[in-house]
């Protein structure tokens, strides 16, 4: 029991627990004394040393012992208490942390959706300004002058770009074809006035 006493009074750290150990070990002191005067009247084997033994045990070895014992339980109180509180903080330390946590979750997926929107419309934006090009040239009775917006540095920047240059590829070709159809209207019309010669 001193054994174990000891390591449970290493652990205190209250001022109100130190002096609760010192009663405690006064008591155990005396109530150790008294002990060893019961053991030593007991040893002499007489009817009165037999009956100043048990005098002994019932009275001051009682008292003794009942000293020890309360501040025992007053030392399991005030450890039940200290559990209590320190059982409440957790709690309440838990719930803080869970609150938190809760938040940081909520405003994290709040702001992903944001950040997804953006990044939706900032990839969107582009291509349905393209597609809206491409039809606007597509139903303009074949306008080649026309252009994509070819501003961004993405793969829809590109794109446009690309296309830009087969539309120039393609302006360049039917002028050709433009001007050596003129020239073949005028060349049949050449060879219609010989043939009429002839």
Request: hydrophobic letters at 40%.
């Amino acid at each position: 029991s001193d054994e174990r006493w000891n390591k449970f009074k290493a652990l205190s750290k209250t001022d109100k627990e130190k002096v609760i150990n010192d009663t405690y070990d006064r008591a155990r002191s005396e109530w150790t004394a008294v002990s060893r005067k019961v053991l030593d009247e007991l040893a002499k084997n007489s009817e009165e040393s037999r009956k100043a033994a048990i005098d002994l045990t019932l009275g001051e070895a009682s008292k003794k012992f009942e000293l020890m014992r309360d501040q025992l339980n007053t030392l399991t109180e005030l450890n039940l208490e200290n559990a209590e509180k320190a059982s409440s903080e957790a709690n309440a330390a838990y719930r803080l942390a869970m609150s938190i946590l809760t938040a940081a979750i909520i405003v994290g997926v709040i702001l992903g959706v944001i950040l997804a929107g953006i990044i939706g419309m900032a990839i969107t934006k582009p291509i349905n300004a393209a597609v809206a090009s491409l039809k606007d040239i597509a139903q303009g009775e074949g306008d080649l002058t026309r252009r994509l917006p070819a501003d961004s540095k993405d793969e829809v920047g590109e794109l446009a770009r690309w296309f830009n240059t087969f539309l120039t590829k393609l302006q360049g070709i039917i002028r050709e074809v433009s001007q050596n159809a003129g020239v073949v209207d005028e060349s049949s019309g050449n060879l219609l006035g010989i043939a009429s010669n002839l």
